[in-house]
């Protein structure tokens, strides 16, 4: 379907073509992927000045995806590795999700470990180190109440609830991580998880920080969470990819890409500011109006966010 929509290529080609640029070189590309990646902050934030003069700022709506988590029991299987550094591992029957990353896998006869870094399919991940000296052997994976939480994960927009479950289900609720640390030490049976909360991965400088989303009790069987979030932060590529929203709000990302070239060249704010800023005005009102709830377009309008 053609679509008014401009990729993350065409930016930065628009970037290069507000500056004139007569070719293109490694040089000016990387000039204006730089600038698109600051407009792109700059749009994300959705913070503009109305008529009055006040400072608002604009939730988007599509960066409020639904999404699910699943919390998974113990699991065991049998492993095969491939690719040139054995880092690909295929389960015989389907038993991963992309909640496990950061977990590990352990070859249950000789004990040797590896960690979970990447979710393919409910039978292939990828790991680390190498698991070639584990091929063909059966595995286990360990739950301990941790599930890995989306890569782009930025905070909650509605709670989780359980998807429906012909066992019957109760409301999950919110606790402290040290409640529910006091919990895990004192009671260790497994069950129907009642509690969670989030809590951040340990740091690694040398990938974003992530999030757990921390239960108790550990479930004693697969279940799937239903939960709406707000998406963090993906840094624009120069590359054939749609930044989030789609035609009706790129006009609004265009102009803020232009302001963040202002800004740099003439180190302070100019016209292309001023336009980017009615821009965002423009859209947050657009996004208000897509938004059934009248008590929220009103809000927006007002200056304020209303759930």
Same mark, same amino acid.
């Given at each position: ?13 628009? &970037?290069?073509? !507000?500056?004139?640029? #007569?070719?293109? *070189?490694? $040089?000016?590309? +990387?000039? %204006?992927?730089?600038? =698109? ?78 960690? &979970?870094?990447? !979710?393919?399919?409910? #039978?292939?991940? *990828?790991? $680390?180190?190498? +698991?070639? %000296?584990?091929?063909? =052997? ?65 740091a690694d400088s040398s990938v974003v ?14 279940? #799937? ?83």
């Open positions: 379907m053609a679509t008014t929509c401009m990729t993350y290529a065409d930016l930065c080609d628009a &970037v290069e073509a !507000y500056m004139e640029y #007569t070719s293109s *070189t490694d $040089a000016t590309k +990387a000039f %204006a992927l730089a600038r =698109v990646i600051e407009g792109y902050r700059m749009f994300r934030r959705g913070a503009y000045t109305d008529e009055d003069g006040r400072r608002k700022q604009h939730s988007w709506s599509f960066l409020r995806p639904r999404a699910t988590i699943v919390l998974w029991a113990d699991v065991s299987g049998t492993m095969t590795t491939s690719d040139v550094n054995n880092v690909t591992v295929t389960a015989t029957t389907a038993s991963f999700y992309p909640s496990m990353i950061g977990h590990t896998i352990t070859a249950t006869v000789s004990g040797y470990t590896y960690t &979970v870094t990447g !979710y393919t399919s409910s #039978t292939v991940v *990828t790991v $680390a180190p190498s +698991a070639n %000296a584990s091929t063909g =052997v059966a595995f286990t994976m360990t739950a301990d109440g941790r599930y890995a939480l989306p890569s782009d994960f930025g905070g909650w927009e509605d709670k989780p609830v359980y998807a429906y479950d012909a066992y019957g289900m109760i409301d999950l609720e919110e606790r402290s991580s040290d409640v529910l640390e006091a919990l895990h030490r004192d009671i260790t049976d497994v069950g129907t998880t009642e509690y969670y909360c989030v809590v951040p991965k340990a920080q992530g999030w757990w989303l921390y239960v108790h009790p550990i479930t004693e069987y697969t279940r #799937t969470v239903n939960y709406r979030y707000r998406a963090g932060d993906v840094a624009p590529t120069d590359a054939a990819v749609y930044p989030p929203g789609g035609g009706d709000f790129i006009d609004a990302l265009r102009l803020c890409c232009f302001a963040a070239v202002e800004l740099y060249v003439s180190k302070e704010p100019g016209n292309m500011a001023a336009m980017a800023n009615q821009a965002i005005y423009d859209a947050a009102l657009l996004d208000g109006s897509m938004i059934v709830d009248g008590a929220l377009q009103e809000s927006i309008a007002e200056g304020y966010w209303v759930d």
